[in-house]
């Protein structure tokens, strides 16, 4: 046996290629033979062609659906003695039924105050509760059986609110009741108001196939790149806003100016996670947005207020949209001409594109960090954090 197959290859090496297309088509003839004597239809040719296009576009929609999303971030602490930001990604969350078993992918970004433990539990814990409640959506939805195409985004929609306020309730209990050392409750010896001090915002952006859907709490936020514009999916919750101040004297509390608006002159935010003190004047309720996806779409940028404090959403969606173009040999200074650079913490340097391919794994780590230089040589004085999400490819 083992004579003949060194044959058999010898045989093929030495053969012509006419040989070796005449052989496989010989087999082919037998395989087929012995499918009819073994009581199967053949296949017509046209039938077999239209099976074969079926198939490959069946496998080229499953490698769509579980190609993971192109993103880059970058977190950093800047001037800011001590890093309270926390930056979360789950691609591939979960595929709930509400998307029809295609994957969910998760981005949020958390910027905590009273110390990092708020915002380090959340990083830990927000998508494991959002996932929870996606996947208690099982045999409960009654998308599917609704006619209208409106009404079907209109009840999906509906979901998604319902689930992200309860994601972001659970959070808020959770973050109350846990410890700056970890501990649930009240039975380590820290003194109480470890557990009492601690916030944190929370921005997150869901990303399906068809939608991105941002749950916002505070002053972090998300912006959509859509054909060259800037679309906020976030609004600030600040103090000063005419709703938030009607809501927090309705409730009792009060803004005061010291350094800029503030709740009761502590919080410069009107919503966050945590925050036991400020309860019930500083709710964990997030504003949610829900978006179509649109092939116009660029880029998503999600970041703490480090950023936005120094840099504008268009300026933000111009740096991104360069770094992510074809071509693009852009760097900071290019688009950013008031940007300078000061000692060894300055302006960014020029940046080749070769160089830059070999520094950053994707164009939107490369944006990412672009932005993070850019907002520290504007002099940021907060933490950093920044994801983009380059819709493009993803």
Same mark, same amino acid.
């Given at each position: 046996?083992?004579?003949?197959?060194?044959?058999?290859?010898?045989?093929?090496?030495?053969?012509?290629?006419?040989?070796?297309?005449?052989?496989?088509?010989?087999?082919?003839?037998?395989?087929?033979?012995?499918?009819?004597?073994?009581?199967?239809?053949?296949?017509?040719?046209? #039938? =077999? %062609?239209?099976?074969?296009?079926? $198939?490959? /576009?069946?496998?080229?929609? *499953?490698?769509? !659906?579980?190609? &993971?999303? @192109?993103?880059?971030?970058?977190?950093?602490?800047?001037?800011?003695?001590?890093?309270?930001?926390?930056?979360?990604?789950?691609?591939?969350?979960?595929?709930?039924?509400?998307?029809?078993?295609?994957?969910?992918?998760?981005?949020?970004?958390?910027?905590?105050?009273?110390?990092?433990?708020?915002?380090?539990?959340?990083?830990?814990?927000?998508?494991?509760?959002?996932?929870?409640?996606?996947? #208690? =959506? %099982?045999?409960?939805?009654?998308? $599917?059986? /609704?006619?209208?195409?409106? *009404?079907?985004? !209109?009840?999906? &929609?509906? @979901?998604?609110?319902?689930?992200?306020?309860?994601?972001?309730?659970?959070?808020?209990?959770?973050?109350?009741?846990?410890?700056?050392?970890?501990?649930?409750?009240?039975?380590?010896?820290?003194?109480?108001?470890?557990?009492?001090?601690?916030?944190?915002?929370?921005?997150?952006?869901?990303?399906?196939?068809?939608?991105?859907?941002?749950?916002?709490?505070?002053?972090?936020?998300?912006?959509?790149?859509?054909?060259?514009?800037?679309?906020?999916?976030?609004?600030?919750?600040?103090?000063?806003?005419?709703?938030?101040? &009607?809501?927090?004297?309705?409730?009792?509390?009060?803004?005061?100016?010291?350094?800029?608006?503030?709740?009761?002159?502590?919080?410069?935010?009107?919503?966050?996670?945590?925050?036991?003190?400020?309860?019930?004047?500083?709710?964990?309720?997030?504003?949610?947005?829900?978006?179509?996806?649109?092939?116009?779409?660029?880029?998503?940028?999600?970041?703490?207020?480090?950023?936005?404090?120094?840099?504008?959403?268009?300026?933000?969606?111009?740096?991104?949209?360069?770094?992510?173009?074809?071509?693009?040999?852009?760097?900071?200074?290019?688009?950013?001409?008031?940007?300078?650079?000061?000692?060894?913490?300055?302006?960014?340097?020029?940046?080749?594109?070769?160089?830059?391919?070999?520094?950053?794994?994707?164009?939107?780590?490369?944006?990412?960090?672009?932005?993070?230089?850019?907002?520290?040589?504007?002099?940021?004085?907060?933490?950093?954090?920044?994801?983009?999400?380059?819709?493009?490819?993803?």
């Amino acid at each position: 046996m083992t004579e003949h197959h060194r044959r058999m290859l010898n045989d093929d090496e030495s053969d012509s290629p006419e040989k070796c297309r005449e052989r496989r088509r010989r087999r082919i003839e037998m395989r087929r033979v012995a499918a009819l004597e073994a009581g199967e239809r053949p296949l017509e040719p046209k #039938r =077999l %062609r239209s099976e074969e296009t079926n $198939a490959s /576009s069946s496998i080229a929609d *499953d490698a769509a !659906e579980q190609s &993971e999303p @192109v993103f880059g971030m970058m977190s950093v602490a800047g001037r800011s003695r001590h890093m309270e930001d926390a930056v979360s990604v789950r691609t591939e969350l979960c595929r709930p039924e509400i998307c029809r078993r295609r994957p969910v992918h998760f981005f949020a970004v958390y910027d905590g105050h009273g110390g990092p433990h708020v915002a380090e539990l959340c990083g830990k814990r927000m998508h494991v509760i959002v996932e929870e409640e996606l996947e #208690r =959506l %099982r045999n409960t939805r009654g998308v $599917a059986a /609704s006619g209208d195409e409106n *009404d079907v985004e !209109e009840e999906e &929609e509906g @979901v998604w609110r319902g689930l992200m306020e309860r994601s972001f309730k659970r959070m808020d209990e959770a973050a109350m009741n846990t410890c700056a050392c970890g501990s649930v409750g009240y039975e380590c010896g820290c003194q109480p108001m470890e557990v009492a001090l601690g916030g944190s915002t929370a921005v997150v952006a869901m990303l399906t196939p068809d939608h991105i859907v941002v749950a916002n709490c505070g002053d972090s936020r998300a912006v959509l790149s859509r054909g060259g514009r800037a679309v906020p999916l976030s609004h600030d919750h600040k103090p000063e806003r005419s709703d938030e101040l &009607e809501r927090i004297e309705a409730a009792g509390g009060r803004v005061i100016f010291v350094n800029g608006a503030r709740v009761e002159g502590i919080l410069a935010m009107s919503r966050a996670i945590g925050d036991r003190y400020l309860k019930p004047i500083v709710i964990s309720q997030p504003e949610i947005t829900f978006t179509r996806r649109e092939p116009e779409d660029e880029c998503l940028i999600i970041a703490s207020d480090g950023m936005w404090d120094v840099l504008s959403n268009e300026l933000a969606c111009e740096v991104a949209r360069e770094c992510l173009r074809e071509g693009s040999t852009s760097s900071a200074s290019d688009l950013d001409p008031g940007s300078t650079s000061t000692g060894g913490t300055g302006g960014p340097p020029r940046m080749e594109e070769e160089r830059a391919g070999a520094l950053y794994p994707s164009r939107s780590a490369l944006a990412a960090a672009l932005l993070t230089r850019l907002a520290l040589g504007r002099k940021s004085s907060d933490n950093v954090s920044v994801i983009v999400v380059d819709l493009k490819r993803s």
